[in-house]
């Protein structure tokens, strides 16, 4: 009975020693990683609707692009351009974070939040996950 005691607390021990150490990798990071301009480099996602329901995945390429710019402040510009159809699209928005969430409110205070899948100096991984649809946007940090 003893030894059982004693093989119990060792356990209940190790496990509060030890149950604390994740893997910080994990974290999303330092809000300031943010600001700057991002590109998009890939989108993928997947909507479902009563009628139907389809998936997308695409790369940008030189013909489309799309840019995203977080000032310190809280605002930023969204940018669109597509070279083979010629046109261009521009708006100004606010955002902040709550923790592993970025909040965004467009100009017509529309809100949209995003999980923050990855955020590094040169990475941004932002998720859209709902019912009815789920939408995945990798960006790289223009130089």
Known sequence: MKKLTLLFCTLALSALMFGGCGNDDDKVGDESNLYGTWYLVKYSGWEYN??????VSFSTSSEYQMYMTFDSDGTGVV?????????????????????????????????????????????????????????????????
Do not use: C, P
Not at 50 to 55: A, I, K, V
């Open 50 to 55: 009563t009628s139907n329901s389809f998936s």
């Open 79 to 143: 940018r669109e351009v597509d070279r083979e159809e010629d046109w261009e699209y521009s708006e100004a928005f606010r955002w902040y974070m709550d923790e592993d969430v970025l909040v965004i409110i467009d100009s017509d205070g529309d809100i949209i939040t995003q999980d923050v899948a990855k955020l590094t100096s040169s990475s941004l991984v932002l998720e859209i996950s709902e019912y009815d649809h789920y939408d995945r946007m990798e960006y790289k940090k223009q130089k």
